[in-house]
């Protein structure tokens, strides 16, 4: 195709939003790019994961030009998504921001409707119930059973249990999670000791299939108490692990370097000697 016939340059002035879904009609069109044209919803659906997770990131990282940027990236999924509707004839963009518009003013029914609310509380209150309605939900369970598996684990336990919260099923402070992940540690322990097996010792499935499901399953309790307590302290355990992540990406690197330096590398070392430039890095950090 030459260049001439192609509608869109870097040469425009400024784009806006009925120009991106031009851009997106073009590039699944039959003149349009040879990858682009044979996506469906389920060849691109990890992207939108992905690009949700970056733009996180850009927000986190307090820069404006990169938080610009990636929305740009998350838009574009959407764009993409309805685009290939569209050309399927199932439902374009104007039906997303028609749902979204509609869905916006039925849970807001303190302002477009005859509900009452005047502090935020109150809203969130509204909205749940509202929301409830919109979906014929008639139980809390039903809430429960609508959140998506595919979401990360840490995330969906926290909606699960502010879920159940909201039917009154939770626990008054943060002592009683705290508690249960005491709990939680020593059922581990006993099913080591009611199998016989070393405390603290790896399982391979294949060895010990039973004492394995049973650490297991007794492991997902600890993980899902461990986030019921962050959730009551009101920190977001997503955020408090990806900030533990990073801090040991930081530390081992530096633990590393100070090898380098010192002693000609990690690989030399023992796990003592590791861990006293680890203890060091820790209070280089400090500083």
Known sequence: ????????????????????????????????????????????????????????????????????????????????????????????????????CRKLIFRHSHLFGDDYADNPDDVLRLWDKNKMKEKAQESFAETLADVPEGLPALMRSEKLQKRAAKAGFDWPDAKGALDKISEETEEIMRAFEESGSPLHSKIEYNDNPELFNAVEDEMGDLLFASVNYARLLGVDPEVALNRANNKFIKRFTEMENMAMDQLGGLRSLSLEEMDQLWEAAKEKERQ
């Open 1 to 100: 195709m030459n260049s001439k016939d192609i509608p869109f340059s870097l040469d425009a002035t400024k784009y806006n939003l009925s120009d991106l879904r031009r851009v997106m009609a073009f590039l699944i069109g039959e003149n349009g790019c040879p990858w682009d044209r044979v996506q469906t919803h389920q060849t691109i659906r990890k992207n939108l994961i992905e690009e949700a997770y970056e733009a996180v990131d850009a927000i986190d990282s307090g820069d404006p030009n990169r938080v610009k940027d990636e929305l740009g990236d998350v838009l574009l999924q959407v764009f993409f998504h309805s685009a290939i509707a569209e050309k399927n004839a199932a439902f374009d963009i104007d039906s997303v921001a028609d749902n979204l």
